[in-house]
């Protein structure tokens, strides 16, 4: 059986397709209803402003989640994805209008490692950017790829 995966077997270098992801308000109340975070940092800008933030700021969790979504779209699989982890380094702050906040997110193979018989695995490091800054630091996805 062969490992779920991009067609091609990946080399290390192999870059991602780039995804760009605009996120709205309305995105920040329909990802609080499915998460149960409403904190209101996600809502009011007048919360926002009284704990120093320059704005509502989109959930960390939902910028992981659509850093990874760039993983899951290139394996064409999520089964393959292995390990995914992230920091949050820099908010992503939504204007309440109706163009929202672009998030630009990259990815590329950055190792590869046999792992047995017939299994590899690539390790994805993710660049995922705010007005052309870092949101999300050390993301790497580790994934099953067919093998060389």
Do not use: C, Q
Request: charged share 20%; aromatic share 4%; net charge negative.
């Amino acid at each position: 059986m062969t490992a779920p995966g991009p067609a091609i077997a990946p080399e290390v270098g192999t870059e991602l397709p780039p995804l760009s992801v605009r996120v709205t308000r309305a995105d920040l109340v329909r990802y609080a209803g499915a998460s149960g975070d409403f904190n209101p940092i996600h809502w009011s800008d007048r919360t926002a402003a009284a704990v120093g933030l320059p704005g509502v700021i989109a959930h960390g969790m939902l910028t992981m989640a659509l850093a990874g979504r760039l993983v899951s779209n290139w394996v064409g699989d999520p089964g393959a994805i292995r390990s995914y982890g992230v920091r949050f380094t820099r908010p992503v702050v939504v204007p309440d209008d109706d163009e929202g906040a672009l998030i630009e997110i990259s990815g590329k193979v950055s190792a590869l490692t046999d792992t047995g018989p017939g299994e590899r695995i690539a390790k994805i490091t993710i660049t995922a950017a705010f007005e052309g800054k870092s949101v999300l630091g050390r993301a790497v996805a580790e994934v099953a790829v067919p093998p060389s």
